[in-house]
């Protein structure tokens, strides 16, 4: 059964730090894209930061530089290291794998995602 797993939202002040983490089950980890997407009531879900399965990263211009995604495909688990926080971050953050590729000499796309972990910034 394909699973993705995040943990490690929460409650913090605005300037504080949390480290999100995506475990993935089920699934050839080290095949897909991977990313964190985040979503607050009665907006569209948007894009955090993406990592391909070469570790290339694209980061959304309103976290560059204060938010780093890495993964470890051993662990099979994707992170978001979130620093400098603020009420603007406040959201449910999704995990999402992607693949696209040939498998068994046939074209195959898998998107897989979370059910989220909540982060709060508020003093």
């Known amino acids: 059964q394909v699973q993705l797993v995040e943990s490690g939202g929460g409650s913090v002040q605005p300037g504080g730090s949390l480290t999100l983490s995506c475990l993935g089950r089920g699934f050839i980890f080290g095949w897909y894209d991977l990313s964190w997407y985040r979503q607050v009531p009665g907006k569209e879900r948007e894009l955090v930061a993406k990592i391909s399965t070469l570790s290339r990263k694209v980061y959304a211009d309103s976290v560059k530089g204060r938010f780093t995604i890495s993964r470890d495909d051993l662990k099979n688990t994707l992170y978001l290291q979130m620093n400098s926080l603020d009420s603007e971050d406040t959201a449910m953050y999704y995990c999402?794998?992607?693949?696209?590729?040939?498998?068994?000499?046939?074209?195959?796309?898998?998107?897989?995602w979370g059910s989220g972990t909540q982060v709060t910034v508020a003093p």
């Open positions: 999402k794998a992607e693949f696209q590729g040939l498998v068994g000499g046939s074209w195959s796309t898998n998107n897989y």
